[in-house]
């Protein structure tokens, strides 16, 4: 019984004695003789490819070329400009042969006081309201909305025409007055038109 005991005692001692030295081997492996162990933690590996985009890179959209798509799209000539779309009317359709005429701004401005100084105001400066619509007033001409300005003259002449040759109505849940159709209900000639959009133009420079 006694040698049993032994046996089994010295197997325990011998058990127990070898965990202690596999874990002391492990431990000054990881740690040496540092008591904050930091040789045990991982290192990191590191490659020669970045994981993370540098944000000082310029967005992706620069270099497909989509600004300059669209300020040239805007044509405004001005990145400022060219932020935000075009102006284009509520009601389909393309530009009148009035772009393809020479307007004579002292005439337009004739044709303006009868036809358009009632809604747009005196010199386009516009101030009355258009209850019904989401800005509460009718658009002034004199300063028209600047995305409408072109340094090119056709587009600039486009621009206004597209809004005489076809009407728009205003966005709003029931706009109380709306921009008539000069040119789709011949209400105006199509030089009657040009020499409106000249006026207006020489009142945006």
Sequence with gaps: MDDFRRITYGVLIGFVLVIVAWVSFVTFSGCGYALNCRGAIPTAERTSIPSLVPATLPPVSRELGVAKATLESAGTGTPEAAAEAVARPSNPGGPGPAVNLTGVADMGAKIFVVNCQICHGAEGKG???NPGSTDGTIPPLNPIDPTLISADPLTYATNLDLFIEHGSTPAGPNPTFSMVAWGDKKQLTPQ???????????LNK
Aim: proline content about 7%; hydrophobic content about 50%.
């Design 192 to 202: 009657q038109i040009a020499d409106v959009i000249a006026y207006v133009m020489s």
């Design 127 to 129: 101030g009355n309201p």
